[in-house]
C-alpha cells in the first residue's frame, strides 16, 4: 500500500499562489506515475496535472497551463504542485494520486491505484 497525504492547501485571493505537497510512505514513488486531480463542487473530478515516473513527461489540463507546475522528488518520496495566477474557478478539492500503470504518465483517474484525502483550496475573487 502507498498512503498518501496532502498539505498546503487553504484561502488565497485571486491572482496569488499556493504550493500543494503530497508526501509518501509505504513505497516509493520512484516507480510510480503521479499526478493531480481536482474536484470542485457539483462537478467531477478532472485531472489537473501529471508527471511520468522520472519526471521527464508533464501534462497540464488546458485550464491550468502556464499557471501550474507539477514537479516531483523521488529521493524524498514527494510530489508537488505549484500554482500560481490563481482563479476563483480553481476553487476544489485537490487530490495527489499515484499510478502503477507502466506508461511515462497517465491522466485517465480510473488508472490511478492511490489516493490521498484532498486539500481544499480555496480562491477568492
Not at 503521479?34 to 488546458?62: C, H, L, N
Not at 491550468?64 to 476553487?91: C, Q, W, Y
Not at 504518465?105 to 480510473?110: A, F, H
Request: aromatic share 10%; proline share 2%.
Amino acid at each position: 500500500q502507498v498512503h498518501l497525504v496532502e498539505s498546503g492547501g487553504g484561502l488565497v485571493q485571486a491572482g496569488g499562489s499556493l504550493r500543494l505537497s503530497c508526501a509518501a510512505s509505504g513505497r516509493t514513488l520512484s516507480g510510480l506515475a503521479m499526478g493531480w486531480f481536482r474536484q470542485a463542487p457539483g462537478k467531477e473530478r478532472e485531472v489537473v496535472a501529471a508527471i511520468s515516473r522520472g519526471a521527464g513527461y508533464t501534462y497540464y489540463a488546458d485550464s491550468v497551463k502556464g499557471r501550474f507546475t507539477i514537479s516531483r522528488d523521488n529521493f524524498k518520496n514527494t510530489a508537488s504542485l505549484h500554482m500560481n495566477s490563481l482563479k476563483p474557478e480553481d476553487t476544489a478539492v485537490y487530490y495527489c494520486a499515484a499510478s502503477t500503470t507502466p506508461a511515462n504518465y497517465v491522466v485517465d483517474s480510473g488508472k490511478y491505484d492511490y489516493w490521498g484525502q484532498g486539500s481544499q483550496v480555496t480562491v477568492s475573487s
